[in-house]
């Protein structure tokens, strides 16, 4: 079993940054998908980005693209995401996520299509707030 505790949410005003952290008790290097989903009020939770094990690419929606950015560090056992120019349209709950994936197209496509089902572990999330 994972577990996966997520830090860095908060409060901020529009443009600012923010660095969500997550870090795995053990087995990271097991959950080969790794990967931040976010749920905002009204709206389907919605995949935000992903990176795989030893894979120079990274996934980010087209929604944050340009703006966040998505890494791990498999010696701390952690993956960061770095949002910056945040928006309001930003404002939702954030989730890790951890899986088994055979390939990094595995990885990409259900964090793309919102899988989040699909993921074999997840966190308690963190909120992040982005006031105008």
């Known amino acids: 079993q994972v577990d996966l505790v997520e830090s860095g949410g908060g409060s901020v005003q529009a443009g600012e940054s923010l660095r969500l952290t997550c870090t795995a008790s053990?087995?990271?290097?097991?959950?080969?998908?790794l990967g931040w989903f976010r749920q905002v009020p009204g709206k389907e939770r919605e995949g935000v980005a992903a990176i795989y094990n030893g894979h120079e690419n990274t996934y980010v929606s087209d929604s944050v693209k340009g703006r966040f950015t998505i890494s791990r560090d498999n010696a701390k056992n952690t993956v960061t995401l770095q949002m910056n120019s945040l928006a309001p349209e930003d404002t939702g709950e954030y989730y890790c996520v951890a899986g088994v994936a055979p390939n990094p197209y595995w990885c990409w496509k259900n964090t793309a299509g919102g899988d989040w089902a699909s993921f074999s572990y997840w966190g308690q999330g963190t909120q992040v707030t982005v006031s105008s």
């Open positions: 053990k087995y990271t290097r097991s959950s080969s998908c």
